[in-house]
C-alpha cells in the first residue's frame, strides 16, 4: 500500500507540473528534475550523442509575446571536462538559457552544433537525455533516502543501491543518511520538512548525479550548503567525473579552483570572461 502510495503521489506531481509548463518555464524545469532519471524515447534515427563538444551559435530567442529579444547572438561552447560559471543578475535571461540549453525553447535564430556538426530542430528533444538538472528548490516527496535519490517511480528493486550510495558521498549527505536508525531505507517527510536546506539540496545533487549523465547542470543548488560542505563537493565532483560537463549557474560570484570557464550574462549577451583560480 506504501509503495503505491508514494508512486500515486510522485505521479501527481509530475503530472500537475507538466500541465503547467506553457504557462511557467519554471515548472518546466521542476518537470524536468522529476522526470529526469527516466530518458525520452526517441527514434533512433534522431538520438544524439556527443564525443568532444557542444556548441551553440549566434543563438537569440524573444517570447512569442513579445517583441524585444530576451537573448541576443549568443555563443556558448562546453567541451568534455568542463566546469562553467555562469552568472548574472536576477531577470538577466538565466532561465531562458538554461531552457534553450535543455531544449525546452527553440531558438529564434542560431546554430547548434555537435562536434562541429550542425543538427537540424529534430534533433533538439534529443538533447535533453545528456543532461542531468539541479534545481535551486528540490522537491522532496515523502519516502526512503533511497527512493528520493533514485527518484524512482517503479519497485524498490530497480534501485541501484550502490550507485545511490555512490553518489550521496560525493554530495556529502552519505553520513546524514548513515547517522540515523534505517540509513538508506529510512523516511523522509514530504517536502523534506525533518531535514534541513542544506541537506536538502545535497540530496538533491545525489540525485542529479545518479542519473549518470554527461552534462549536469547546478541552477542556484548550492547556495544553502555550507562553504565547507560545498568545497568538498566540488573536489569530489573533479576527483570522480573527469570526463563530464558541470554547469553552474548564479547570481553572486563564485571563486573557487574548480571552474576552468566563466560567462556572465549581461544586455542580452553571453560573454566569455578570463578565468583566474584562487590561490
Known amino acids: 500500500i506504501y509503495d503505491k502510495y508514494t508512486r500515486l503521489c510522485q505521479q501527481q506531481n509530475i503530472y500537475g507540473a507538466i500541465a503547467k509548463m506553457r504557462a511557467n518555464s519554471f515548472q518546466a524545469l521542476i518537470a524536468l528534475e522529476l522526470i529526469s532519471k527516466n530518458k525520452i524515447k526517441l527514434k533512433k534515427k534522431y538520438h544524439i550523442d556527443f564525443e568532444k563538444s557542444i556548441h551553440f551559435k549566434e543563438i537569440s530567442y524573444k517570447y512569442p509575446a513579445s517583441k524585444e529579444l530576451i537573448l541576443k547572438n549568443l555563443n556558448f561552447e562546453m567541451n568534455i571536462g568542463d566546469r562553467i560559471l555562469i552568472s548574472g543578475p536576477s531577470g538577466a535571461g538565466k532561465t531562458t538559457f538554461l531552457n534553450l540549453l535543455l531544449g525546452l525553447l527553440k531558438p529564434l535564430r542560431g546554430e547548434i552544433l555537435v562536434d562541429r556538426k550542425k543538427i537540424n530542430e529534430k534533433y533538439h528533444k534529443s538533447l535533453r537525455n545528456l543532461y542531468s538538472y539541479i534545481p535551486q528548490n528540490i522537491f522532496i516527496f515523502n519516502g526512503t533516502y533511497k527512493e528520493n ?13 550502490q550507485r545511490a550510495v555512490e553518489s550521496a558521498k560525493i554530495a556529502m549527505i552519505d553520513s546524514h543518511i548513515r547517522s540515523s536508525k534505517k540509513k538508506y531505507e529510512t523516511i523522509i517527510s514530504h517536502k523534506g520538512r525533518n531535514i534541513s536546506g542544506g541537506q536538502i539540496q545535497r540530496l538533491g545533487i545525489a540525485r542529479g548525479l545518479y542519473k549518470d549523465s554527461k552534462i549536469i547542470i547546478f541552477d542556484e543548488s548550492t547556495n544553502a550548503i555550507d562553504r ?46 578570463k578565468w583566474k583560480k584562487s590561490q
Open 149 to 161: 535519490i533514485s527518484l524512482s517511480l517503479k519497485a524498490k528493486k530497480i534501485i541501484n543501491k
Open 228 to 273: 565547507n560542505n560545498e568545497s568538498k563537493i566540488y573536489k569530489n565532483l573533479n576527483r570522480k567525473y573527469k570526463d563530464k560537463i558541470f554547469i553552474f549557474v548564479s547570481h553572486k560570484k563564485i571563486n573557487d579552483n574548480f571552474f576552468n570557464k566563466e560567462y556572465s550574462l549581461i544586455n542580452k549577451r553571453l560573454i566569455r570572461k
